[in-house]
Structure formats: structure tokens, C-alpha cells
């Protein structure tokens, strides 16, 4: 189970995720995060990761999109904080980013 809270202030939108970001909260939380898409236009966007205690890949995917879209996480502990790191990496080796030979 993922229980998803949104919290919205002028000037920046913070998602609080708590449980497991699996299959089928995954596709729920990007349906979310797209259907919000036009509230954050200008804000910025945090996700607390704090008390999510596993990710599979659907959850991979959707934290991947939040990536490419400019998302800053919160994270406490090695788990998540390797998930993020590990998605970063993979984005900036597709993207020809500083992790690249000339």
C-alpha cells in the first residue's frame, strides 16, 4: 500500500509518499503526478521519500519521470537514497552527462 498526500504552498509543491511504491500505487501516483503537471508549472516540486520501504520497477518508472521533470527527493536511509542516485545515474548516462567519456 502507498498512501500519497500532496501538499501545495505558493511557492512549491511537496509529494509525501509513505509505504510501498509498487504495482498498482505506482500507476496511481503517475496518473497523479501527470494530472498535477500543470499546478506545478512554476513551483518548485520536492517528493518526500522518507517512509516509502520498497520500490519495484513501476515505481522505478514513475520516480524516473519525476527525475526528467525536475523533482528534488527527500530521502533518510541507504535504501532510497540509492534508488534515486542509481535512477540519476542512469539518466545521466543516456543524456551524455558528466559520467560520460569525451
Known amino acids: 500500500m502507498l498512501k500519497i498526500m500532496i501538499h501545495e504552498i505558493p511557492a512549491e509543491q511537496r509529494w509525501v509518499l509513505s509505504g510501498n511504491l509498487t504495482e498498482p500505487w505506482a500507476s496511481e501516483l503517475t496518473a497523479k503526478w501527470e494530472?498535477?503537471?500543470?499546478?506545478?508549472?512554476a513551483k518548485?516540486?520536492?517528493v518526500?521519500?522518507?517512509?516509502?520501504?520498497?520500490?519495484?520497477?513501476?515505481?522505478?518508472?514513475?520516480?524516473?519521470?519525476?527525475?526528467?521533470?525536475g523533482a528534488e527527493f527527500m530521502t533518510d536511509g541507504l535504501y532510497?537514497?540509492?534508488?534515486?542516485?542509481?535512477?540519476?545515474?542512469?539518466?545521466?548516462?543516456?543524456?551524455g552527462g558528466p559520467n560520460d567519456a569525451p
Open 48 to 69: 518526500d521519500l522518507i517512509d516509502v520501504i520498497f520500490v519495484d520497477g513501476s515505481g522505478k518508472k514513475v520516480l524516473s519521470q519525476m527525475i526528467a521533470e
Open 80 to 95: 532510497t537514497q540509492y534508488v534515486i542516485e542509481s535512477l540519476k545515474g542512469r539518466r545521466r548516462n543516456r543524456t
Open 35 to 41: 494530472s498535477a503537471r500543470g499546478s506545478r508549472a
Open 44 to 46: 518548485k516540486c520536492v
